[in-house]
């Protein structure tokens, strides 16, 4: 049972598979009569070597003319490999995967590759797998404001504290989704905030936010903020899902009821970002529907039409008793217009940046109200 595999982008688009790394020395590179055939033009017949000693395992370069790279660092001496690495081969890439079981195979030992793949990997899965591990986050805390500017609810967003990686929830995610841990971290960035807003003593009703890929089950999700909640309670949850995550009715009212029977909100995010969906909404009403940042931005400079459109859309979601949030608010000349086409709720740098908890201390301290 092969232990160690490559995982490699093959063909046109996306397709990723896994080929094994059976046998060892095992020879990469352009001829056919070795142990793993690269068809490229830019790999040498006998471009590099992988070579096992004991439970480790070495990638050296045979002399290739456009080098062997081990997270984008050109290697000249056998080196030392995890589970994790990005490894070239030329402009060819993969990652290694160290596992003792892979359920996707390939049946053949040839790569096929055109272009540059050298973006299309990131780096960072060691480093992110440590973050997890050691739960390498922070939560910071968005204020969501009424049409006064009144503090009525906070989101929370998780950052990242691990030293090697950046900290914004966009870049981790991005390796997050490629090494299969989208949703251990978002169950972690969810666990952190809970568990700092709990020690604050946080009343006020706390945005908590999903990753679409923990719509693919359903019942992790649902046992996972109810295993928060039991171990926070006293806190007020709102749970974000994006609109466009969950593509059946059925689904949806599902979801809607069960997070309901754990006696926390719903909101839908990033409404009206590909589509408006508003019948689902009429069939699975949320509390909140949050309106994306496109449909915000720079609204105030907008022609009369589209500011039109917009209050149509809020008096439609607030005729279903739905609270219409507007995310995104960067200047107080968009707020002016979000207030004049009547937003119950606004959210965005025109009414604070994220911070810790802290920072919103004597607005928090105050009390509750406009719920």
Same mark, same amino acid.
């Given at each position: 049972?092969?232990?160690?595999?490559?995982?490699? @982008?093959?063909?046109?688009?996306?397709?990723?598979?896994?080929?094994?790394?059976?046998?060892?020395?095992?020879?990469?590179?352009?001829?056919?009569?070795?142990?793993?055939?690269?068809?490229?033009?830019?790999?040498?017949?006998?471009?590099?070597?992988?070579?096992?000693?004991?439970?480790?395992?070495?990638?050296?370069?045979?002399?290739?003319?456009? +080098? %062997?790279?081990?997270?984008?660092?050109?290697?000249?001496?056998?080196?030392?490999?995890?589970?994790?690495?990005?490894?070239?081969?030329?402009?060819?890439?993969?990652?290694?995967?160290?596992?003792?079981?892979?359920?996707?195979?390939?049946?053949?030992?040839?790569?096929?590759?055109?272009?540059? @793949?050298?973006?299309?990997?990131?780096?960072?899965?060691?480093?992110?797998?440590?973050?997890?591990?050691?739960?390498?986050?922070?939560?910071?805390?968005?204020?969501?404001?009424?049409?006064?500017?009144?503090?009525?609810?906070?989101?929370?967003?998780?950052?990242? %504290?691990?030293?090697?990686?950046?900290?914004?929830?966009?870049?981790?995610?991005?390796?997050?989704?490629?090494?299969?841990?989208?949703?251990?971290?978002?169950?972690?960035?969810?666990?952190?905030?809970?568990?700092?807003?709990?020690?604050?003593?946080?009343?006020?009703?706390?945005?908590?936010?999903?990753?679409?890929?923990?719509?693919?089950?359903?019942?992790?999700?649902?046992?996972?903020?109810?295993?928060?909640?039991?171990?926070?309670?006293?806190?007020?949850?709102?749970?974000?899902?994006?609109?466009?995550?969950?593509?059946?009715?059925?689904?949806?009212?599902?979801?809607?009821?069960?997070?309901?029977?754990?006696?926390?909100?719903?909101?839908?995010?990033?409404?009206?970002?590909?589509?408006?969906?508003?019948?689902?909404? %009429?069939?699975?009403?949320?509390?909140?529907?949050?309106?994306?940042?496109?449909?915000?931005?720079?609204?105030?400079?907008?022609?009369?039409?589209?500011?039109?459109? @917009?209050?149509?859309?809020?008096?439609?979601?607030?005729?279903?008793?739905?609270?219409? @949030?507007?995310?995104?608010?960067?200047?107080?000349?968009?707020?002016?217009?979000?207030?004049?086409?009547?937003?119950?709720?606004?959210? +965005?740098?025109?009414?604070?940046?994220?911070?810790?908890?802290?920072?919103?201390?004597?607005?928090?301290?105050?009390?509750?109200?406009?719920?």
């Amino acid at each position: 049972m092969s232990r160690w595999f490559l995982e490699c @982008l093959v063909g046109e688009g996306d397709q990723i598979e896994r080929l094994p790394l059976k046998q060892f020395p095992l020879i990469v590179g352009r001829s056919e009569d070795i142990g793993l055939t690269i068809d490229s033009t830019d790999v040498s017949r006998r471009h590099a070597e992988f070579s096992c000693q004991g439970d480790d395992l070495y990638l050296r370069d045979m002399g290739s003319t456009n +080098g %062997t790279f081990v997270n984008h660092q050109r290697i000249s001496e056998p080196t030392p490999l995890q589970g994790g690495d990005v490894v070239h081969f030329a402009h060819v890439e993969a990652r290694l995967i160290d596992e003792e079981k892979s359920k996707r195979v390939v049946s053949t030992a040839t790569i096929v590759m055109e272009g540059d @793949l050298s973006n299309k990997i990131p780096l960072g899965a060691r480093d992110l797998k440590a973050l997890i591990q050691n739960e390498q986050v922070t939560a910071v805390f968005q204020p969501i404001v009424d049409a006064s500017g009144r503090h009525l609810a906070y989101e929370m967003l998780g950052r990242g %504290t691990h030293p090697e990686l950046l900290p914004s929830p966009g870049a981790l995610f991005n390796i997050a989704e490629s090494i299969g841990k989208a949703v251990e971290l978002s169950e972690l960035f969810r666990e952190i905030g809970m568990r700092e807003a709990h020690k604050f003593g946080l009343k006020h009703p706390l945005f908590m936010n999903t990753h679409p890929h923990e719509m693919k089950d359903r019942e992790r999700l649902l046992q996972a903020i109810a295993d928060s909640n039991a171990r926070y309670p006293g806190l007020n949850m709102v749970i974000e899902i994006h609109e466009q995550a969950v593509t059946d009715i059925g689904e949806m009212q599902y979801l809607a009821n069960a997070i309901r029977k754990l006696g926390m909100g719903l909101a839908y995010d990033d409404f009206g970002a590909g589509q408006a969906r508003l019948l689902e909404l %009429t069939e699975a009403p949320p509390d909140v529907v949050k309106f994306d940042i496109a449909l915000i931005r720079n609204i105030h400079k907008a022609g009369p039409h589209k500011q039109e459109m @917009l209050e149509l859309l809020v008096s439609m979601v607030k005729k279903m008793g739905i609270k219409a @949030l507007a995310e995104g608010v960067g200047i107080m000349e968009e707020a002016e217009v979000c207030k004049r086409v009547q937003f119950d709720l606004i959210q +965005g740098f025109a009414f604070g940046y994220p911070l810790p908890l802290k920072e919103w201390e004597a607005h928090i301290k105050a009390p509750v109200s406009g719920n």
